[in-house]
């Protein structure tokens, strides 16, 4: 069984940019491919679910957001890391155009990228996890069975903070500060539950 850790892509892996797709705007956030690297060495499988409603919006295409993502991977093997695979949904069920203009399962906090992730993958939920920096990360973490993770970039650490003044219980199962801090309490978790 594989052992996953889903990522959200902008504000959890890189700087947050508006409808982030050209290759020269990426800005890979401190600590990241350190974070990747020490999870794949413990046997985790890195898998990237991403909502991509410019392509939706008509701002970029398909075709420049993987070439993004593979500018992405080449940045992270020169640090000893890298990303499996990548699974994004281009819809929006308002502002999309044409064929992506419709309510789909892919979207987070639907689990239409994870069930994609299954074709390739036999997914361990006990053993997996979702780190993201919104609710809806988290959300469909849950919604698909894993352990949410919340991260203090991007905009996680205002979601949380949101949350917070509105006294609701904590949505997400773990804070975390950074991808780094999400590391280290997934590796140690999966070495206690083995002890």
């Not at 990237?48 to 992405?72: P, S």
């Not at 809806?136 to 205002?158: P, Q, S």
């Amino acid at each position: 069984m594989d052992r996953v850790v889903f990522l959200d892509r902008d504000g959890t892996i890189n700087k947050e940019i508006t409808y982030l797709h050209r290759p020269r705007d990426l800005v890979i956030l401190p600590g990241v491919p350190q974070a990747i690297r020490m999870l794949r060495s413990s046997g985790f499988r890195i898998v990237v679910v991403t909502n991509q409603a410019g392509i939706g919006r008509g701002y970029y295409t398909v075709e420049q957001m993987h070439a993004l993502h593979r500018h992405l991977n080449e940045r992270l093997k020169e640090d000893g890391a890298a990303i499996d695979s990548f699974y994004f949904c281009p819809h929006h069920p308002e502002h999309g155009i044409g064929e992506y203009k419709k309510t789909c399962r892919c979207r987070k906090p639907g689990i239409g990228m994870f069930e994609a992730a299954e074709q390739k993958y036999e997914i361990d939920r006990s053993r997996s996890f979702m780190v993201g920096d919104k609710r809806i990360d988290v959300e469909a973490g849950h919604n698909y069975g894993v352990t949410g993770i919340l991260v203090g970039t991007g905009y996680g650490r205002e979601e949380r903070e949101k949350s917070r003044q509105l006294g609701e219980e904590p949505f997400y199962d773990f804070y975390a500060e950074t991808l780094m801090d999400a590391a280290e309490y997934i590796i140690g978790k999966e070495f206690m539950s083995h002890e």
